[in-house]
């Protein structure tokens, strides 16, 4: 069983899954984790990720900026604070509409978690 922990951001890689929009795993199989994986993405003004899917349950949270959550084909405009849920096996985007940076807390409910995409 592993340890609890603290982990910094500045300790942890980061990865540009597209054009203006990184990813940093925070939590996960790398910290000792064994059922949750937790980070932080980030998407610089007018970037988006790619539609998408995953095996898991997934939490995702709003912590800076303004933005669009595609869900299953629904767009939703959210704010800081603002939350999804998002089943496994639905499809879903996320846009920064805005002209900051548009960032969100997200978790899985696994540390194996696939991201198959759509388009």
């Keep these: ?49 790619t539609t998408h899917f995953h095996n898991a349950e997934e939490s995702v949270i709003v912590i800076e900026g303004e933005g669009v959550m595609v869900i299953g084909g629904e767009e939703h405009h959210v704010k800081p604070n603002d939350a999804a849920f998002i089943t496994p096996g639905t499809h879903h985007r996320i846009i920064n509409t805005g002209e900051k940076p548009f960032r969100i807390a997200w978790s899985y409910a696994t540390i194996h978690v696939s991201r198959t995409l759509v388009d």
């Design 1 to 49: 069983m592993a340890s609890p922990k603290l982990i910094r951001q500045d300790s942890v890689k980061q990865l540009e899954r597209a054009p203006g929009v990184t990813v940093t795993t925070m939590v996960g199989e790398d910290s000792g984790a064994s059922e949750i994986s937790s980070g932080i993405t980030s998407f610089a003004p007018s970037s988006s990720n």
